[in-house]
């Protein structure tokens, strides 16, 4: 712990960042932050990452919106621009929130009436809070009628919670990280924890200590391998061969758990049928792995007492990110690694509140709780709840909505906190889309590249500015505070939804956030007996509570599952190529992905001063090996190009990177990697193949 002694007050708050949700101190002097310091939570026990402990400042950037801004009448046309290199008065003017609020609810109010609540759509933020999720698909939902409202679980794991929900009825995690603790053997495989969940990976460094072994699967290297028993650096987008290689040693030499299926499970005898194809010498060459290592980690994780299973976007960024999911599943299915203290499955969720954001319903195809809008009986509670006829049809997801606009099938949007033109695939095709609506209203706390296309841009609050609860990748339930006011004019982000929703025709009333949580619990089974008052007292609460005063359920499924028969559904998998492999014109294999120092799209973190300090630009990372064979050098400012663009970027070496392939951060906005990326969705989970595209690259021209 360290020592601070001039600061006027400490607040108990979580951090902003990642989904492993450290509790925090947050010390102030003056209304500015001065100190953040780990606080003893449940997941972090007073640890805190470099992002947590120096990422603070961004809230107190002069770069700050303190006052709402509509766009000039004599504006460059929107897409036509980079705000980088421009002033923000040549392309927007100051307005007063009354005429911001007003500007911003007639141009989704004349859309909705003219062309119906479909030809609107939504993107709320994995970064807010739980109320302002509810809040922002309730008003989609009820304002516009329509469900065409999403968030960024659709760039992360939407492949993994269609998988889950799939196979044992439950996109949650079925234990806490912090259980790797209590584990004989843990995977981590398609994740790198010591730069995505910092404080997680350190319990896993922890369990191999106390004599657990650890396989990290991951065709690039990773500190973690340093700790493991087995590191299998496979070929990028193999999973499905390499896991079914597992399960077929698993099932070869009977190590899986009769009883447990028998009682618990479906689906074996298929899964059986299928994997005898995928024997390990059989895959070896298709996955670059050697059949006995295969047979190996299939055994350690079989024979152990107790196994976990973590992963991240390795596996879901794929097009067949449902089917790797798939395979993970079946692999805790058939050896009973699962519903007991140290086994389970877990996916370690990304943003702050990407697991809450997605339970309180930011989704186009459920309710909160993961209620289908497509059932009727559902829909009428709903409905009679809300006071409106709701629309029976899913919305379309993130990447959809984007192509809609192309098809001129949607004309306005409501972004709250998410920054598409820099997250989705295929940027400039993203970008065309932004400055292709009619009407553009962006509540944020930055101008970020998305607000740049926007009509309106309404400035919002900081997390270090707000109350609400946040739902960590545990389905721990923290409370997150006020530490400083808000800077200028800028108000809190569940009062503008508020405010917006009743210039749009609603007739809301909310006093504070804990009454909207307490609305929230009304139609949220998963919040029962946790009621706001008990998120005080206790500081964090895990959910479900089965009854009145008790314990959180840490470990789920330890006596069936919540499908309709209460057995858990082994979904057999297929191999299946990335949408686009390397060929003659594009050999390699461009992959994405983040740095420990930045967080997403770089919207917070590259103005937090001592992290983009340290990792102050853009590049693009290759094995020195494929550098020399390219004759290109470390410095260099290579071309990056795909079949959707070109990108300049400084050529880093580095080991971790498999021959072959490219690796680049996609949080610099001058050297944009989504600019790259190919929108093509896995069928299930809609989303995108981030971690696999054919690129060339070749050495900058000089101009
Ligand atoms: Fe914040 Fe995640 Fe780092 Fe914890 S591990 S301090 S939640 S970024």
């Not at 739902?471 to 569940?494: F, H």
Request: aromatic share 8%; net charge negative; charged share 25%.
């Amino acid at each position: 712990t360290r020592v601070v002694e001039d600061f006027d007050k400490v607040t108990d708050s979580v951090c902003p960042f990642c989904g492993v949700g450290c509790q925090t101190q947050v010390y102030t002097k003056d209304d500015k932050i001065v100190l953040v310091d780990g606080k003893d939570g449940p997941a972090n026990n007073n640890r805190l990452c470099v992002k947590g402990r120096f990422g603070f400042d961004y809230a107190q950037s002069k770069e700050r919106l303190t006052k709402p801004l509509i766009r000039r009448d004599d504006a460059p046309k929107r897409g036509d621009i980079d705000m980088r290199f421009m002033e923000i008065s040549d392309i927007f003017r100051e307005a007063t929130w009354e005429e911001a609020l007003e500007r911003a609810a007639s141009g989704l109010t004349k859309i909705r009436d003219e062309k119906g609540g479909n030809a609107l759509a939504g993107f709320g933020s994995a970064k807010g809070s739980n109320e302002e999720a509810y809040l922002f698909q309730k008003f989609i939902r009820q304002g516009f009628g329509t469900n065409n409202v999403d968030h960024c679980t659709r760039l992360c794991h939407a492949s993994s919670v269609s998988a889950l929900l799939e196979g044992v009825g439950s996109g949650a995690v079925s234990a806490p990280f912090t259980d790797a603790l209590k584990a004989d053997c843990v995977i981590v495989i398609g994740a790198r924890p010591t730069t995505n969940h910092p404080v997680a990976a350190t319990y896993f460094k922890q369990a191999t200590k106390n004599g657990t072994k650890l396989i990290v699967m991951d065709p690039r290297g990773q500190d973690l391998m340093r700790h493991a028993y087995a590191s299998l650096r496979f070929k990028p987008g193999t999973d499905v061969a390499m896991l079914n290689a597992m399960i077929h040693t698993i099932i070869d030499e009977e190590l899986y758990d009769v009883q447990y299926i028998e009682a618990n499970a479906s689906g074996f005898e298929a899964l059986r049928e299928k994997v005898k194809d995928f024997s390990p010498e059989a895959m070896s060459e298709v996955c670059g792995i050697d059949a006995e290592t295969l047979k190996d980690v299939a055994r350690t994780y079989a024979k152990a007492e107790r196994s976990m299973i973590f992963w991240g976007m390795g596996i879901s960024q794929h097009t067949h990110g449902t089917d790797n999911s798939r395979c993970l599943i079946a692999l805790a299915l058939i050896t009973g690694h699962v519903g007991r203290a140290g086994t389970g499955l877990h996916p370690l969720r990304g943003q702050n509140n990407v697991q809450g954001a997605s339970d309180a319903g930011l989704i186009p195809m459920f309710f909160p709780d993961y209620r289908s809008v497509e059932n009727s009986d559902i829909r009428g509670q709903m409905e009679d709840f809300w006071g409106r006829t709701l629309d029976p049809v899913k919305g379309l997801t993130v990447v959809e909505i984007i192509d809609a606009i192309h098809e001129d099938k949607i004309n306005g949007m409501y972004i709250m906190g998410e920054n598409p033109a820099m997250s989705d695939p295929d940027q400039l095709h993203a970008r065309a889309a932004l400055a292709k609506l009619d009407h553009l209203v962006v509540q944020d706390i930055f101008l970020t590249e998305t607000a740049w296309h926007a009509d309106v841009v309404l400035p919002a609050s900081a997390h270090a500015e707000k109350l609400g609860t946040y739902s960590n990748t545990n389905r721990q339930v923290q409370i997150g505070r006020p530490v400083k006011p808000l800077p200028g004019e800028a108000r809190l982000d569940w009062e503008i939804i508020v405010d917006l929703a009743n210039r749009c025709g609603l007739d809301w009333s909310y006093d504070d956030v804990p009454e909207v949580y307490e609305e929230m619990r009304q139609v949220m089974k998963s919040l029962d007996y946790m009621p706001w008052e008990r998120l005080e007292a206790d500081g964090s609460v895990t959910y479900p509570v089965s009854e009145e005063g008790a314990e959180g359920s840490a470990v789920v499924f330890t006596d069936g599952f919540p499908t309709e028969d209460g057995r858990g559904r082994i979904v057999p998998a297929d191999l299946r190529a990335p949408d686009e492999v390397p060929d003659d014109e594009f050999p390699m294999v461009l992959t994405t992905g983040r740095v420990l120092e930045h967080w997403h799209t770089g919207a917070m973190t590259r103005r937090a001063n001592v992290l983009d300090d340290l990792e102050p630009e853009g590049f693009a990372a290759m094995n020195p090996r494929e550098i020399e064979k390219q004759g290109l050098a470390a410095g260099d400012m290579i071309e990056v190009e795909t079949r959707r663009g070109t990108i300049t970027a400084l050529l880093r070496s580095d080991r971790e990177v498999a021959d072959g392939m490219v690796f680049m951060p996609f949080c610099f906005n001058e050297s944009p990697a989504n600019r790259l990326t190919n929108p093509m969705l896995d069928p299930y989970g809609k989303i995108p193949e981030f971690k696999f595209c054919a690129a060339r690259v070749g050495r900058a021209k000089v101009s």
